[in-house]
Protein backbone atom coordinates (compact mmCIF):
# COMPACT_ATOMS: atom_id res chain seq x y z
CA UNK A 1 0.00 0.00 0.00
CA UNK A 2 3.20 2.23 0.17
CA UNK A 3 4.64 1.83 -2.56
CA UNK A 4 3.48 4.30 -5.47
CA UNK A 5 4.18 2.08 -8.15
CA UNK A 6 2.27 -0.30 -7.07
CA UNK A 7 -1.27 1.86 -6.35
CA UNK A 8 -0.88 4.38 -8.90
CA UNK A 9 -3.79 2.33 -11.19
CA UNK A 10 -5.74 1.39 -8.24
CA UNK A 11 -8.44 3.59 -6.36
CA UNK A 12 -7.26 4.51 -2.86
CA UNK A 13 -6.97 7.96 -1.59
CA UNK A 14 -3.14 9.48 -0.87
CA UNK A 15 -3.83 9.40 3.14
CA UNK A 16 -4.36 5.61 2.54
CA UNK A 17 -1.13 4.98 1.22
CA UNK A 18 0.32 6.07 4.01
CA UNK A 19 1.95 3.59 6.73
CA UNK A 20 -0.86 4.77 9.08
CA UNK A 21 -3.47 4.80 6.24
CA UNK A 22 -2.03 0.94 5.16
CA UNK A 23 -2.40 0.18 9.00
CA UNK A 24 -6.40 1.26 9.11
CA UNK A 25 -6.93 -0.44 5.71
CA UNK A 26 -5.51 -3.89 7.05
CA UNK A 27 -7.75 -3.41 9.95
CA UNK A 28 -10.63 -2.16 8.41
CA UNK A 29 -10.14 -5.57 6.09
CA UNK A 30 -10.01 -7.59 8.79
CA UNK A 31 -12.43 -6.44 10.57
CA UNK A 32 -14.90 -7.19 8.16
CA UNK A 33 -14.59 -10.63 7.94
CA UNK A 34 -16.78 -10.59 10.64
CA UNK A 35 -19.59 -9.40 8.68
CA UNK A 36 -21.84 -10.82 6.04
CA UNK A 37 -20.18 -8.42 2.98
CA UNK A 38 -16.62 -9.55 3.80
CA UNK A 39 -13.49 -8.37 1.83
CA UNK A 40 -11.19 -10.91 1.17
CA UNK A 41 -7.47 -9.92 0.29
CA UNK A 42 -4.98 -12.91 -0.49
CA UNK A 43 -1.37 -12.43 0.07
CA UNK A 44 1.11 -13.37 -3.74
CA UNK A 45 4.39 -14.88 -2.53
CA UNK A 46 6.94 -15.90 -4.53
CA UNK A 47 7.43 -19.92 -4.01
CA UNK A 48 11.06 -20.19 -4.49
CA UNK A 49 12.07 -16.92 -2.71
CA UNK A 50 9.51 -17.03 0.18
CA UNK A 51 9.10 -13.30 -0.77
CA UNK A 52 5.87 -11.15 -1.21
CA UNK A 53 4.86 -10.03 -4.33
CA UNK A 54 1.89 -8.33 -4.46
CA UNK A 55 -1.65 -8.96 -3.43
CA UNK A 56 -5.50 -9.72 -4.82
CA UNK A 57 -8.51 -10.17 -3.51
CA UNK A 58 -12.51 -9.48 -3.50
CA UNK A 59 -14.65 -6.42 -2.62
CA UNK A 60 -18.12 -6.95 -2.39
CA UNK A 61 -20.53 -4.19 -4.53
CA UNK A 62 -24.01 -3.57 -4.54
CA UNK A 63 -26.21 -6.20 -6.41
CA UNK A 64 -24.19 -8.87 -5.39
CA UNK A 65 -21.16 -8.66 -8.01
CA UNK A 66 -17.88 -9.12 -6.34
CA UNK A 67 -14.85 -6.52 -7.38
CA UNK A 68 -11.64 -8.33 -8.21
CA UNK A 69 -8.38 -6.58 -7.85
CA UNK A 70 -4.32 -7.53 -8.07
CA UNK A 71 -1.24 -5.48 -7.80
CA UNK A 72 2.23 -6.70 -8.09
CA UNK A 73 5.52 -4.90 -6.41
CA UNK A 74 7.32 -4.16 -9.74
CA UNK A 75 10.26 -6.36 -9.44
CA UNK A 76 7.66 -9.33 -9.70
CA UNK A 77 5.85 -8.08 -13.28
CA UNK A 78 5.93 -9.99 -15.94
CA UNK A 79 6.41 -13.18 -14.75
CA UNK A 80 3.05 -14.46 -14.68
CA UNK A 81 2.13 -14.34 -10.67
CA UNK A 82 -0.93 -11.76 -10.70
CA UNK A 83 -2.21 -14.68 -13.56
CA UNK A 84 -1.77 -17.44 -11.30
CA UNK A 85 -3.03 -15.70 -7.90
CA UNK A 86 -6.06 -14.32 -9.97
CA UNK A 87 -6.55 -18.50 -11.45
CA UNK A 88 -6.78 -19.29 -7.90
CA UNK A 89 -8.99 -16.50 -6.17
CA UNK A 90 -11.65 -16.59 -9.29
CA UNK A 91 -11.56 -21.11 -8.46
CA UNK A 92 -12.56 -19.82 -4.70
CA UNK A 93 -15.21 -16.95 -5.61
CA UNK A 94 -17.18 -18.97 -8.20
CA UNK A 95 -16.82 -22.41 -6.03
CA UNK A 96 -16.53 -21.81 -2.63
CA UNK A 97 -18.37 -18.60 -2.39
CA UNK A 98 -20.77 -19.19 -5.22
CA UNK A 99 -20.19 -15.68 -6.84
CA UNK A 100 -22.31 -15.15 -9.74
CA UNK A 101 -20.21 -12.25 -11.76
CA UNK A 102 -17.12 -10.87 -10.77
CA UNK A 103 -16.23 -7.32 -12.05
CA UNK A 104 -12.50 -5.65 -12.81
CA UNK A 105 -12.28 -1.88 -13.11
CA UNK A 106 -9.08 -1.43 -15.54
CA UNK A 107 -7.75 1.97 -16.53
CA UNK A 108 -6.52 1.62 -20.39
CA UNK A 109 -3.44 3.34 -19.27
CA UNK A 110 -2.74 0.08 -17.08
CA UNK A 111 -2.07 -2.48 -20.19
CA UNK A 112 -0.69 -5.65 -18.28
CA UNK A 113 -3.91 -5.50 -15.89
CA UNK A 114 -5.57 -5.78 -19.24
CA UNK A 115 -4.23 -8.43 -20.16
CA UNK A 116 -4.29 -10.15 -16.89
CA UNK A 117 -8.14 -9.87 -17.12
CA UNK A 118 -8.14 -10.88 -20.61
CA UNK A 119 -6.34 -13.82 -20.01
CA UNK A 120 -8.24 -14.67 -17.21
CA UNK A 121 -11.35 -14.87 -19.64
CA UNK A 122 -13.27 -11.51 -18.56
CA UNK A 123 -14.85 -9.47 -20.89
CA UNK A 124 -14.90 -6.07 -21.92
CA UNK A 125 -18.25 -4.45 -20.16
CA UNK A 126 -17.67 -0.99 -21.56
CA UNK A 127 -16.34 1.97 -20.32
CA UNK A 128 -16.80 3.23 -16.98
CA UNK A 129 -16.20 6.18 -14.22
CA UNK A 130 -15.14 4.61 -11.04
CA UNK A 131 -13.45 6.59 -8.14
CA UNK A 132 -13.93 10.04 -10.47
CA UNK A 133 -11.41 8.28 -13.27
CA UNK A 134 -12.59 6.81 -16.57
CA UNK A 135 -11.75 3.20 -17.41
CA UNK A 136 -13.17 -0.13 -18.42
CA UNK A 137 -15.27 -2.39 -16.58
CA UNK A 138 -14.30 -6.04 -17.20
CA UNK A 139 -16.88 -8.79 -15.97
CA UNK A 140 -16.66 -12.82 -15.99
CA UNK A 141 -19.94 -14.83 -14.85
CA UNK A 142 -19.73 -17.93 -13.67
CA UNK A 143 -20.77 -19.92 -16.06
CA UNK A 144 -18.79 -18.31 -18.69
CA UNK A 145 -15.40 -19.29 -16.13
CA UNK A 146 -16.80 -22.60 -15.94
CA UNK A 147 -17.18 -23.48 -19.54
CA UNK A 148 -13.38 -21.68 -20.12
CA UNK A 149 -12.36 -24.55 -17.29
CA UNK A 150 -13.99 -27.15 -18.96
CA UNK A 151 -11.51 -26.78 -22.15
Not at 64 to 86: I, K, N, Q, W
Amino acid sequence: MTDADSTRHMLFEDSQKTPEGATALMEATLSSYETESPMLVWTIVDPVADAYCGACGLNPLEGGSLEVFYTLLPDHRGRGLATRAMRLLLKHAFETLQAHTLVAFVFAENEASVRVAERLGFANAGPVTHGGRTGQRFELRRDDWAARSER
